[in-house]
Every structure is written in structure tokens, then in C-alpha cells.
């Protein structure tokens, strides 16, 4: 069963750094997108960042410049790096893939529980 699981965020200061990690487990045979979005609360869910498997990284317009998304395609895990933190920033940030699990022909969306990142000005 194909899981993400995330790791870091927490309670940071305005200007800051902060790194998130999401890690993709199980039986995959290929690894699409990977991508973190964010919902802060009483508003939509937005991207973030993502990578596609030809390295193309796209970031909202929000983050372009403070934020860096990294993935390895081998290991299956998808970096966040934070920096220039806002309290804007604040919100629960949510691991997302599309990949194809093993005995599937077609890729499947995958998302990680959320992990909340707090910005205190």
C-alpha cells in the first residue's frame, strides 16, 4: 500500500527557515509528480511547489524565491526547503504525489496527512 508520510514542521519566527520531508512508501513502479500544497484555515488548498519526473519545478507565486523543492526520484522523497518565513506562511502543508503503484497501469494521487508550520511575527 503506498503511503506518504511527511516529516518536520513546527513553530518558527518570521524570517526563518524550516525544511519539510516526504518520504513515499510501498510498491511503486513509477514516480510522477511530487508537489506540496499548503491550506491555511478559512482558505483553499494552493500549491506550494512541485517536480514532475523531467525535473520541471513549478512554485506559487506566494513562495517564488524563499522556498526550494527538492526531489529524488531514487529515494522517492521530496524536500521542502523554508526560508524568509512570513506568519502568511502559516498553514497545514500537505506532501502530494502521482504515481503508479505496483500492479496498476495508470498513475493515482496520492496525499500525505499534513504537517502544520506556524510563523509567529
Known amino acids: 500500500q503506498v503511503q506518504l508520510v511527511e516529516s518536520g514542521g513546527g513553530l518558527v519566527q518570521a524570517g526563518g527557515s524550516l525544511g519539510l520531508s516526504c518520504a513515499a512508501s510501498g510498491s511503486i513502479t513509477r514516480l510522477g509528480v511530487m508537489a506540496w500544497y499548503r491550506q491555511a484555515p478559512g482558505k483553499q488548498r494552493e500549491l506550494v511547489a512541485q517536480?514532475?519526473?523531467?525535473?520541471?519545478?513549478t512554485y506559487g507565486d506566494a513562495v517564488k524565491g524563499r522556498f526550494t523543492i527538492s526531489v529524488d526520484s531514487v529515494l522517492k522523497t521530496a524536500d521542502l526547503q523554508m526560508s524568509g518565513l512570513k506568519p502568511e506562511d502559516t498553514a497545514v502543508y500537505y506532501c502530494?504525489?502521482?504515481?503508479?503503484?505496483?500492479?496498476?497501469?495508470?498513475?493515482?494521487?496520492?496525499w500525505g496527512q499534513g504537517t502544520q508550520v506556524t510563523v509567529s511575527s
Open positions: 517536480s514532475t519526473s523531467t525535473g520541471t519545478t
Open positions: 502530494h504525489a502521482v504515481l503508479t503503484p505496483l500492479d496498476f497501469e495508470t498513475p493515482m494521487p496520492y
